[in-house]
């Protein structure tokens, strides 16, 4: 089964999504299971893992709403408040429903470097543990030394890179990043996604070759039972269609053996999210 892990909704209002900023108009509308459900028939993508695009618990509840109302979308990588006193209960608002499968705090969006070693963000990130679900992260690549700190403290907690911390593809540059995700790969408990790339190289002008040093960096440090696809929708469109994101993965795993691509498509995402048919 191909699943995309990584894929978004929402209903636009600049008040409610102030990060679609200028030269982002492309995604100023709505963006609804009915318009990404013809584009997964097309490619062949069986399921979706849906993800917090804003920080609000009523934007939990409302993509687990059209998880209820959806059967590809087979599991959702909320938001809550992980550095409230009241992170347990608004956890507890979400943990009976079937199709909740994560927490993901917008860290790339902290001033401070360290934001993912404070104490109350680890108390929260406790809770997420103890609730038997995965943490997403989503950082910069100046914050990866962090990240793998944070990481070291949490051994039993599973974590999923986002967007492999956004490497700087437009400038072709492999290092410091390059050292920094394989550090964090030696810790077993993180699994990483192939996307995000796009919109982190030159927009609507990049080669697929581009992505290229980055994905190798990526299946040498994780492995394939370590890696999965997502395609970044609606986010990609910024600078790339649906298909031509889709087939930058596909092409580079033709030379992987079925297996290994079979993990990369969906068996690594299914496993470590426990996604429900």
């Not at 944070?150 to 999923?160: C, E, I, N, S, Y």
């Not at 290229?212 to 986010?235: H, Q």
């Not at 580079?252 to 999210?273: H, Q």
């Amino acid at each position: 089964m191909r699943i995309d892990a990584h894929q978004h909704f929402w209903r636009y209002s600049a008040a409610e999504y102030p990060w679609i900023g200028p030269g982002m108009e492309r995604l100023a509308r709505d963006f609804l299971p009915a318009d990404l459900a013809p584009l997964l028939e097309a490619g062949g993508i069986a399921g979706t893992v849906a993800v917090q695009a804003r920080q609000s618990l009523e934007e939990t509840r409302w993509l687990l709403e059209l998880a209820d109302g959806h059967g590809f979308i087979r599991g959702v990588v909320g938001w809550v408040d992980l550095r409230s006193t009241h992170v347990a209960d608004q956890l507890a608002r979400f943990a009976g429903h079937p199709r909740f499968v994560g927490v993901r705090h917008v860290v790339q969006d902290e001033a401070d470097p360290r934001f993912l070693l404070g104490e109350a963000f680890l108390h929260g990130l406790a809770r997420v543990a103890e609730a038997g679900l995965v943490y997403d992260l989503l950082v910069l690549a100046p914050q990866l030394p962090a990240a793998a700190e944070m990481v070291a403290l949490r051994p039993g907690q599973p974590f999923v890179l986002d967007h492999l911390a956004k490497p700087p593809i437009a400038a072709a540059r492999l290092d410091p990043w390059r050292d920094d995700i394989r550090a964090l790969a030696r810790h077993p408990h993180v699994s990483c996604k192939l996307s995000g790339m796009v919109t982190e190289a030159r927009l609507r002008q990049w080669r697929r070759e581009d992505f290229l040093p980055y994905m190798e960096t990526a299946l040498e440090a994780f492995s394939p039972e370590r890696l999965m696809f997502g395609s970044d929708w609606p986010v990609c469109t910024l600078s790339g269609e649906y298909a031509e994101v889709a087939g930058i993965v596909v092409d580079f795993l033709a030379g992987l053996a079925p297996a290994e691509r079979a993990a990369i498509e969906g068996g690594t995402a299914a496993r470590v999210y426990g996604l429900s048919d």
